[in-house]
């Protein structure tokens, strides 16, 4: 198993550009979630699902957009950069309600809006 | 919504000692509570964990411990090495976590 695989690991953007950061995951967790890094900020949630087809908002969703078409996949869509979104994203994913909820993360991707 | 706090945010320990990390968190229906630890420029990667049901769990050198009543949870490093440098963060939720700011801990030899 690959775990929770995030692209890209670094990504430059300028003000005002839109991108995607992929995550997938291959471990058939419902649980999916989008968080990010700020120095001494913790890990503060974005986005997250709990299964296909259904979203929510976090504590900081503003800026960004998700969809959860398949179980695998959870894309994080930034429509329109700015530098206040310089930041470390992390994607994690879990089994969710049951015994087991540990959170897998992906190795992160570090962008930088300028 | 949930509300994490930790504290401290730094920790400076000598090699051997204990250290002790505390959280609180203010949603009575978390019942899932894992620690993890990240190293720098690398994932958390989660180190223990413990649900509602038990008020204490130990796994070789760390241990955590829970008491819902005050809605409050510790994490207990024995006998700490300079490997155990690293930031650790806490979190509580059900399904959906809520992780604290972290904790900066830097063992000396």
């Known amino acids: 198993n690959a775990g929770v695989t995030q692209t890209p690991k670094f990504q430059v953007l300028k003000t005002g550009q839109s991108m995607t950061l992929q995550c997938a995951q291959d471990m058939n967790h419902e649980y999916m979630s989008w968080y990010r890094q700020d120095p001494g900020m913790g890990l503060r949630l974005i986005h997250y699902s709990v299964g296909a087809g259904i979203t929510d908002q976090g504590e900081v969703p503003n800026g960004y957009n998700v969809s959860r078409s398949t179980t695998e996949d959870f894309p994080l869509r930034l429509l329109s950069a700015a530098p206040s979104q310089t930041s470390v994203y992390f994607c994690?994913?879990?089994?969710?309600?049951?015994?087991?909820?540990?959170?897998?993360f992906g190795q992160g991707t570090r962008l930088t809006v300028v | 919504g949930e509300n994490v706090e930790q504290h401290p945010s730094t920790l400076s320990v000598q090699e051997g000692d204990s250290a002790v990390i505390k959280c609180t968190y203010s949603d009575s229906a978390s019942n899932y509570f894992p620690w993890y630890k990240q190293e720098l420029g690398k994932r958390p990667q989660l180190i223990i964990d413990?649900?509602?049901?038990?008020g204490e769990k130990k796994d070789q050198r760390i241990a955590v411990t829970l008491n819902k009543t005050a809605k409050h949870f510790s994490l207990h490093i024995t006998e700490t090495q300079p490997e155990d440098s690293a930031v650790y963060f806490c979190?509580?939720?059900?399904?959906?976590?809520?992780f604290g700011a972290g904790t900066q801990v830097v063992v000396t030899p």
């Open positions: 994690a994913s879990s089994y969710g309600q049951g015994e087991n909820t540990e959170a897998f």
């Open positions: 413990i649900r509602s049901n038990v």
């Open positions: 979190a509580a939720g059900w399904g959906k976590l809520q």
